[in-house]
RNA sequence: GGGCCUAUAGCUCAGUUGGUUAGAGCGCGCGCCUGAUAAGCGCGAGGUCAGUGGUUCAACUCCACUUAGGCCCA
């Protein structure tokens, strides 16, 4: 206890020093035991993928997901904190594909779907070293070795249970989406995929007359890019409540969009027949363009629809649908009841269905058809369209949107029970909740959840696709049980091979995997193999109290967890929700790995210490869903504003408790500063437990530093005097039992924000009964009794006279150093005067005057005028406010004072009765009257008697004398209690002051010796006007120790 | 194209149910203070509250539209 504090102290040293302090006696395995049997407080971690290294994104949501557990662990719950890995999924398949060369699915399949999975599992933890460095180092404290893996067999195993739940329930089934396809690699790819490979290409853009039935040469204009999808039109697709017009075109009539009019006919619009609504076309018929589906009229095609994707911004306003290779287009298809076509093969050849083209690559058709098409009179525009389309990022081809046999969760049959789980959640920002989140739900289509891939969990689905049998397999050991085989892992290239026996023939599996978005959803039941195992154990953990991650989220993690939470429980998965904006570089921009625009976060650490950077982050917006343009500025200030200070009132009390030898010892203390103290503190207290207790991080974090300053640079630096004093008496005792207290609060209160300088001052704090962590211990409870508002406004009140005085001060140039005769401080207010008296003596110091005095008569030294209170006028004056505020501006003294002594006063107004103003009615403002030594803050006016006599002067010199001994002690690296004797020059003018105050410099600046001479070396100082030369040197070391001895 | 968020001093951000001098910190300039402090205090300069329109006696605040940025979706 009370080690020697250094005078320089290197944070990340410490923070190194710290971490080691932890693993030696297993601190965070420590807090944990520490709370077995108590309350849980549920907190579940989304798992990352380990192929990449961490970055901000990452080591802000790891602050996050810190803070809360730590707090709440202090706050006496049990919070288990497992960490997860996402194993399965694209991210490790490209990665390990780009090693290996391997270009497509076919050359994957060629080099071995066994071996590919295998090598995925390889690489899959390649970076969790890395990341457990970097978890660590940010102080984070999570559980990694009872972490889970998405790619575990009993993770696997839960995944299946939590499939086969949802398949029992009927809410699986299989249908189709349309996907990008990659023609040559013959294999669809991910909308992220198809997102890294856009490129601006040209294409043909034609626009195609549809005829409508029953009518004489009358056609809908229909516009399109992609020709070879021609042949699979089923429908026309128009808006609602777009205006649409028919337009006489020479002996044809056509139909379009009038906004596209122009476009159309730029020379001058043609001859308006007839001007309708988009939902007036609903349902009209027109001729197939080409033969090839004809019979599906009696289906329900060859119609006109409405979307409301439909715009005109483009084409004719009417647009060309094949719902078997457009996403709007199946949609609005499906809505609609209108068939689905895709007369194409694995390599997007046409099939025999469009005989004409059989066999030839779709885009190749494109020529050919525009051809056709115009022979037949059907084409009524070309042109070449510029625009930006998605290319295989592995090998250039353009993609085309196709529809993929995929497997769905019917979200539709679910969604009142995801709404009604969203209800219950507590989001951080809020807006989330019925924004973005609540939309998104309020939309959600159906789940694509199996992907064409290799590396992931098996879609645990047999079939026979002669028969159509189907089986969902929900555990392993129904899988064993139906094979008489024996499965340890139950990855694709194990499942495969494997056959059922069904009840109509032999079943083989389905071939695809499940989204691993699927796998980390179920995570609150996959991390601990429920139900195989810890029935019981789910009760308690589910939902979880709180999760945290980023905005990204959304309809990610967030989204899939609400999704299996409402399909399994009708419930949601997690009560309070925190979620984080981006992390953007300092002009603004997002964080690229690539372009390096960002300072690294391990040097960022390495330099200013982890806390300043997640108190810096903390403290910041991002903490509820904004952006936080990061610098490293913005960390350096973080740790200059809130921990140096801190550090620095540390620092003070091991440096005067060491000199008095002061052992911690808890003492009541009346004394004004440390009850003001002690209510800043338990308001913070209460101020951060009720941000914490809503997971509001922000305001939490940010109250911190106005304390810190409210403790170095008023408590500490009011109280110093009661620190040096040599006696020891009861103040003392107070002033060091106060501060003891109050910064181990603190330490506590700040421990789950910054984790480590809270720690190495706790240490040095504790007496050897208290925890060994600062992080093993309670929360601070609030102290009611120690609550005091009326002391903290009347500190408020006197600090804002005290800067009142500075300021005549600085406007006089009369020095602080120079003592003057006295301060009246003027108020009218009752209230206001009783604070001011309460604390006179703090002003009396801080403004060095020898009096202070107090009074009421304040329109002696301000001009009063008044202001029309508008809050209270506005809602009964209405329209006369403006009136009636102009009257009162020009009020004159004596009417204000007679409101002011309950009097009513009678305003005239133009056309309504006479008003009667009362005096809540006003607002009193002040104004310095001209000449004189004044200044006024709202209801407190300072004045300073200006005056000095010649001891006053004297007074002043003595303390600049003082001043410059200090300053020469300083300048020779002198201790603090090192004893001197003094030696000065100076011209008689001066004399006086040393003599007349010789005690008190003496005293002051542990002089044992004061003598004038003739002759001193050294430089003359300045000392306001006069010259004088010191000479100074040590008389003897003396430790802290024999000092205090000396001073008994 | 759609949804959500953001826009306030040079920078980072506050700004209560609408109420009339829009605040703080940092930075800058001047002055002061300092025997814990890498600090601190006082003052000053610095704002068409992104723009336009509307509601209202009164709009940074409420509504509509526009612009710019971000995230997600298409």
Not at 235 to 253: F, I, S
Not at 712 to 726: D, E, V
Not at 819 to 846: C, F, G, N, T
Not at 1025 to 1038: Q, Y
Request: glycine content about 6%.
């Amino acid at each position: 206890m009370f080690e020697k504090v250094a005078t320089q102290v290197s944070f990340p040293k410490e923070e190194e020093k710290v971490l080691a302090f932890w693993d030696e006696i297993n601190a965070f395995e420590k807090s944990l035991e520490i709370r077995k049997g108590c309350a849980e407080y549920v907190f579940y971690d989304g798992p990352p993928f380990a192929t990449g290294l961490p970055h901000y994104g990452h080591l802000l949501a790891g602050t996050i997901k810190d803070v809360i557990p730590r707090y709440q662990t202090m706050n006496g719950k049990y919070v288990d904190r497992a960490f997860g890995w996402d194993c399965h999924g694209l991210p490790v398949e490209y990665e390990l594909s780009q090693e290996l060369g391997l270009n497509n699915k076919r050359e994957i399949e060629e080099y071995g779907i066994a071996a590919y999975n295998e090598a995925c599992r390889g690489i899959v933890l390649r970076y969790t070293g890395e990341w457990r460095q970097f978890v660590k180092r940010i102080g984070r404290w999570v559980d990694f070795e009872n972490g889970y893996r998405t790619m575990d067999r009993d993770y696997m195993e839960s995944i299946w249970w939590v499939f086969k739940r949802l398949w029992d329930k009927g809410l699986i089934y299989e249908g189709h989406k349309i996907l990008p396809y990659c023609p040559k690699d013959a294999t669809p790819l991910s909308n992220f995929e198809a997102n890294l490979g856009y490129e601006e290409v040209q294409d043909p853009a034609i626009t195609v007359a549809f005829k409508l039935e029953g009518e004489q040469e009358m056609y809908a204009l229909a516009w399109t890019t992609t020709p070879w999808t021609l042949p699979s039109n089923l429908a026309l697709t128009v808006h609602e409540d777009v205006d649409y017009v028919y337009v006489q075109d020479g002996h044809v009539t056509y139909v379009l969009a009038e906004a596209r009019l122009d476009t159309y006919y730029p020379d001058g619009r043609p001859e308006i027949v007839k001007a309708v609504k988009g939902k007036d076309l609903l349902g009209m018929q027109y001729e197939p363009l080409f033969p090839y589906f004809e019979n599906l009229r009696d289906q329900g095609a060859f119609r006109i629809i409405t979307a409301d994707f439909v715009t005109t911004g483009d084409g004719t306003g009417i647009v060309h649908t094949a719902p078997g290779f457009g996403e709007d287009d199946a949609e609005a298809g499906r809505a609609h009841g209108v068939p689905s076509v895709c007369p194409i093969d694995a390599e997007c050849r046409f099939t025999a269905e469009v005989g004409d083209y059989e066999t030839r690559f779709v885009k190749d058709c494109d020529a050919d058809i525009v051809k056709r098409l115009k022979g037949e009179g059907k084409l009524v525009h070309q042109t070449t369209h510029h625009h930006s389309y998605p290319h295989c990022w592995r090998c250039e081809s353009p993609l085309i949107y196709r529809a993929i046999s995929t497997w769905f969760v019917d979200i539709e049959k679910i969604k009142d029970k995801m709404l009604r789980a969203n209800a219950q959640i507590h989001w951080v920002p809020e807006h989330l909740k019925d924004g973005r989140f609540g939309n998104w739900l309020e939309g959600a289509r159906d789940w694509a959840v199996s992907r064409n891939r290799y590396w992931g969990c098996p879609l645990p689905l047999w079939r026979n696709e002669e028969t159509g049998e189907t089986l969902c397999i929900g555990s392993i050991g129904e899988l064993e049980a139906r094979t008489g085989g024996k499965f340890d892992d139950i990855h694709k290239h194990f499942m495969d091979p494997v056959i059922i026996e069904g009840e109509t023939g032999p079943l083989t599996r389905v071939p695809e995997v499940l989204d691993c978005w699927f796998e980390s959803g179920a995570m609150p039941y996959a991390q601990r193999h429920y139900p195989f195992e810890n029935k019981a154990w789910l009760d308690a953990h589910f939902p979880a109290d709180f999760i945290a991650e980023g905005l990204d989220q959304t309809r990610g993690w967030f989204y899939t967890l609400v999704v299996l939470g409402a399909a399994l429980f009708d419930r949601p998965a997690f009560k309070n929700v925190v979620v984080n904006g981006m992390i953007l570089t300092e002009d603004g921009r997002k964080m690229s790995k690539r372009l390096k625009n960002y300072a690294d976060p391990m040097h960022v650490m390495n330099t200013y210490g982890a806390d300043a950077l997640r108190l810096n982050m903390l403290s910041s917006p991002v903490v509820r869903g904004e952006d936080l343009v990061f610098s490293e500025k913005g960390v350096q200030k973080t740790m200059r504003s809130v921990i140096l200070p801190l550090w620095h009132a540390y620092s003070f009390l091991v440096t005067y408790a060491r000199i008095d030898n002061w052992q911690p010892a808890s003492e009541r203390s009346d004394h004004p500063l440390d009850r003001w103290i002690r209510a800043r503190l338990n308001h913070l207290v209460r101020d951060i437990r009720n941000g914490l207790d809503r997971c509001y991080l922000q305001t939490a974090a940010t109250r911190f530093a106005t304390f810190i300053d409210d403790m170095t640079n008023w408590y500490i630096r009011r109280s110093r005097r009661r620190f040096w004093k040599s006696e020891r008496d009861g103040d003392k005792r107070a002033a060091y039992a106060t501060l003891y207290h109050v910064l181990l609060t603190t330490v506590k209160a700040l421990a789950p924000f910054a984790p480590f300088v809270t720690e190495t001052i706790y240490r040095n704090l504790r007496s050897s009964e208290m925890p060994l962590s600062v992080h093993l211990c309670d929360y601070p409870d609030v102290i009611e009794a120690d609550l005091n508002e009326k002391l903290e406004q009347q500190m408020a009140r006197t600090r804002t006279a005290v800067g009142l005085g500075r300021y005549l001060r600085s406007q006089a140039h009369a020095k602080t150093r120079q003592p003057l005769r006295q301060a009246i401080l003027v108020s009218l207010h009752d209230d206001v005067r009783a604070d001011l008296m309460a604390l006179r003596d703090i002003v009396a110091d801080e403004l060095n005057v020898k009096h202070v005095e107090i009074r009421a008569d304040e329109e002696e030294v301000v001009t009063l005028s008044a202001k029309a209170n508008f809050r209270v006028l506005g809602p009964r004056l209405g329209k006369n406010m403006n009136a009636v505020a102009g009257q009162i501006a020009r009020l004159g003294f004596e009417e204000i004072q007679s409101l002011r002594e309950g009097n009513a006063l009678a305003l005239e107004l133009e056309g309504a009765e006479p008003f009667a103003l009362a005096a809540d009615d006003i607002l009193i403002q002040r104004k310095e009257k001209e000449g004189m030594a004044v200044a006024n803050e709202g209801d407190i006016t300072v004045a300073l008697d200006l005056n000095r006599d010649e001891k006053l002067v004297r007074e002043g010199q003595a303390r600049e004398i003082v001043h410059a001994i200090q300053n020469i002690r300083k300048e020779k690296g002198l201790d603090v209690a090192d004893r001197i004797r003094v030696t000065y020059r100076v011209a008689d003018d001066l004399a006086p002051a040393f003599d007349q105050f010789r005690d008190y410099i003496m005293g002051e600046t542990l002089c044992t010796a004061l003598d004038r001479a003739g002759e001193v070396g050294g430089d003359a100082i300045d000392l306001d006007g006069h010259a004088a030369t010191f000479h100074i040197e040590k008389t003897r070391a003396m430790s802290r120790f024999a000092r205090a001895k000396a001073d008994l």
